[in-house]
Nanobody
Framework: VQLQASGGGLVQPGGSLRLSCAAS????????MGWYRQAPGKQRELVAH???????EYVNSVKGRFTISRDSAKNAVYLQMNSLKPEDTAVYYC????????????????WGQGTQVTVSS
C-alpha cells in the first residue's frame, strides 16, 4: 500500500491550497488519516487528523483556517487550507494510522512522500 500526496505549491499570504492524498493498493479499510508538516529546522507536527467516522482534530494554529475531510470510497484524505500564512510554509505529509489490506494484513503508520507548501509574497 502506498500513499500519494499532491496539491502543494507556492501561494501568497491569505491564499488557499487544497492538498490531496490517496492510498493505492488492495485496501479493505483505513482507520485514522492525517496531515503532518515539517518546517526547516523544526520537528514534524500533526496538523489535523480524521477518523473513519469523521471525527476531526486540529492543531490550534490552523483551527478556523484548515479543514480536513476524507472520501472512504476513494481511500483519500484532503486538507483545504485557507488564509495561509508564511508560518504555514512546510513540507506536508499524509499518514494512515492503520490500513487493513484485503489479504488480512495490517499495516501501521503508512506515510506519503510529502508535498511542499510555500507561503510567500
Amino acid at each position: 500500500v502506498q500513499l500519494q500526496a499532491s496539491g502543494g505549491g507556492l501561494v501568497q499570504p491569505g491564499g488557499s491550497l487544497r492538498l490531496s492524498c490517496a492510498a493505492s493498493g488492495s485496501i479493505l479499510s483505513i482507520s485514522i488519516m492525517g496531515w503532518y508538516r515539517q518546517a526547516p529546522g523544526k520537528q514534524r507536527e500533526l496538523v489535523a487528523h480524521i477518523s473513519s467516522g469523521g471525527w476531526t482534530e486540529y492543531v490550534n494554529s490552523v483551527k478556523g483556517r484548515f479543514t480536513i475531510s476524507r472520501d472512504s470510497a476513494k481511500n483519500a484524505v484532503y486538507l483545504q487550507m485557507n488564509s495561509l500564512k508564511p508560518e504555514d510554509t512546510a513540507v506536508y505529509y499524509c499518514k494512515a494510522d492503520r490500513i487493513i489490506r484485503r489479504d488480512g494484513v495490517y499495516e501501521y503508520d503508512v506515510w506519503g512522500q510529502g508535498t511542499q507548501v510555500t507561503v510567500s509574497s
